[in-house]
């Protein structure tokens, strides 16, 4: 049953990373990742820019789940990812480096959150209380 479940999860998840030329042989997944379909062209391109810098990644979180209500999750324009290959805050810093990255954020569990919204924020912990909040701005796009 694990099998096909899995061969389902990677039949799903290779449409939409072969499209943004992500290579799959990077990229893992968390069995609660339905798939990178729901996530918009530009959230595809930053995963493809992110493994380029920082190597294999898994995906923990996607478009399903559960998120904060105004979640960029929900509007498929951000990411949770674990870096395999690196520590959390090198990935952190990579994320930050990018143009297309809006909001970077990282959590004690090692996971990264990294998103292509208008709004630039960054943070650290798990609950983002307000003075945890290491910078934030608006995007003059």
Known sequence: ???????????????AVARANVPLEKISFQPQVKGLGCLKPATLAMIKELVAKIGPIQITSTCGGRHARHSQHYGGNAVDFRPLATSPRKAVAAAKALESTGGVG????????ADVGQREASWYGHRRVRSQYASLSRRGR
């Open 106 to 113: 990282s959590y004690p569990n090692g996971v990264v959150h």
């Open 1 to 15: 049953m694990r099998h096909l479940v899995l061969a389902a999860l990677v039949a799903a998840c290779v449409p």
